[in-house]
């Protein structure tokens, strides 16, 4: 099973920043949280990941609280193409290359 | 550098035929990973193979079986199809195994059964 509950959709104004929470409150200290996006029928899009820090890269932003057990993932200026389903793994360690997929988030981004 | 390809892009099978599916990595990537998109079931891990061997297996039939090349080039097969298996099946590639190895996505094989 998913170790993470993400809200099954959102909306967002284009040119706002989209705020796409995501618990995960069993994380263990060594797990990263990595999140995906897919657009309709297309593969999975790698996005960004961390462990304890937040992240920063020419995609998004991921602020992961203190105490690990929640993040967010951040589109600083929502587009169009930004319409997707967003989904936040959290890679457990002794499974190797295994992503476990919950339901993710629908993110609509609506002009 | 070229992403992921997969080939074929789409495919059409009746039930009973038995279907091979492949997957070429990034350059220099040795891990490959399937897995199975059905609009009921999500996206739900097949298996990874790094440098030849089956390293982690989902909760699939044995009708599910794979392998990898030493060119790391891996080909996933599916016998005696069932309507039940019409997916979209993906394959995604790191460099090594491991959960801080990020995985890259093909745009997968659309596979319908009939």
């Known amino acids: 099973d998913a170790k993470t509950t993400q809200p099954p959709s959102m909306d967002c104004a284009e040119g706002r920043a989209a705020n796409l929470p995501c618990n995960h409150s069993t994380i263990s200290g060594n797990e990263y949280v990595y999140w995906y996006r897919q657009i309709h029928s297309q593969g999975p899009q790698y996005i960004i990941h961390?462990?304890?820090n937040n992240e920063t890269n020419e995609m998004a932003s991921l602020i992961i609280t203190e105490d690990r057990k929640s993040s967010t993932l951040i589109l600083p200026h929502a587009t169009l193409r930004d319409t997707a389903v967003y989904y936040c793994i959290v890679r457990v360690d002794n499974q190797g290359g295994k992503l476990i997929f919950g339901q993710g988030t629908e993110l609509s981004v609506k002009p | 550098k070229a992403g992921v390809t997969q080939t074929p892009r789409y495919l059409i099978k009746t039930r009973g035929q038995q279907v091979t599916l492949s997957c070429s990595p990034i350059s220099g990537h040795r891990s490959v990973s399937w897995y199975q998109q059905t609009p009921g079931q999500g996206l739900q891990f097949l298996f990874e193979?790094?440098?030849?061997?089956?390293?982690n297996k989902g909760n699939f039939p044995g009708r599910f079986s794979g392998r990898q090349f030493s060119n790391s080039r891996s080909e996933m097969n599916v016998s005696t199809l069932e309507l039940g298996d019409s997916a979209l099946y993906l394959c995604?590639?790191?460099?090594?195994?491991?959960?801080?190895?990020?995985?890259?996505f093909g745009p997968g094989t659309r596979l319908l059964v009939l």
């Open positions: 995604a590639s790191s460099r090594n195994t491991g959960s801080q190895e990020t995985q890259y």
């Open positions: 193979y790094f440098s030849e061997t089956q390293r």
């Open positions: 961390g462990l304890k």
